[in-house]
């Protein structure tokens, strides 16, 4: 990797900025002053300090962060509008990273962000067949008979009716609450599936994404990195669904 495209990804100033900053003497490869932007680097075995601070302290090629995604921020990269889930992240390691698929803006729950797109394409991908679970808080109770329907598939308007699902009802804080469990990922997917069965969503929370389940100590907004054995878990979907 060049030196400027490393310390570029790391947010600290445009490559016409890092010209200066390298001509100034500001950055040093392991221990000594920099002498020109693209010499070539390996911030996972050289030792990168700009003004004194060590940047590759922490680097990895590949970043995995687990988010609780709150209501009215949209699962995007980039817009114009509204504030971005990646936009929540703060660290000097951000470039490039980009939502594992998407939650709708007034929806909740698991959200797994990463710049590993291998990763993210296997989670995504239909033949993979990889589970999410939604907490579903609905207008009306939820019968035997929707639940039955919800089960084997409903038409929610697309050419194809969807695919079979896991529907069964939870109590939960004296609550009864509808568990989804789907494999595919159409537009407005559940809240659909609930309008086909004459009900309405009022809150979705997504709690599971393969073997990967949400962190409930993380409130709407937290985000921290996936633990080894969290991204374990995600790499094994591709065995185990």
């Known amino acids: 990797m060049r030196l400027d495209k490393f310390l570029n990804d790391c947010g600290i100033g445009t490559r016409k900025q890092l010209k200066e900053y390298i ?17 070539q680097i390996d911030p996972e075995k050289n ?3 700009f003004s004194g601070e060590n940047l590759t302290e922490g680097y990895a ?14 699962s995007a990269t980039t ?5 971005t889930v990646i936009d929540l992240i703060d660290t000097k390691f951000d470039k490039d990273l980009a939502p594992v698929g998407r939650l709708d803006k007034d929806t909740e729950g698991l959200l797994v962000i990463t710049n ?16 999410k679970e939604y907490e579903v808080h609905t ?55 609930l309008n086909a069965v004459d009900n309405e969503v009022t809150f ?3 709690i599971r994404m ?20 969290e991204l374990e878990q995600l790499k094994n979907n591709e065995k185990s669904f």
């Open 23 to 39: 001509k100034n003497g500001m950055v040093k490869v392991d221990g000594v002053t920099a002498s020109k932007p693209d010499v």
């Open 47 to 49: 030792e990168i300090l």
């Open 61 to 74: 090629k590949y970043r995995y962060y687990i988010m609780n995604k709150p209501q009215g921020v949209v």
């Open 79 to 83: 817009d114009n509008h509204d504030t």
């Open 116 to 131: 590993d797109g291998k990763l993210s394409h296997s989670l995504l991908s239909p033949k993979k067949h990889v589970e």
């Open 139 to 193: 207008l009306k109770p939820v019968s035997d008979d929707d639940i039955k329907k919800l089960s084997e598939g409903v038409d929610i308007g697309d050419e194809k009716p969807t695919m079979p699902a896991k529907a069964f009802i939870e109590e939960k804080d004296g609550k009864k609450l509808l568990h989804l469990i789907i494999h595919e990922g159409r537009f407005h997917q559940v809240k659909r599936m």
């Open 204 to 206: 979705l929370r997504r």
């Open 210 to 229: 393969g073997q990967l389940s949400l962190d409930e100590s993380l409130e709407p907004g937290e985000y921290r990195e996936l633990t080894d054995e």
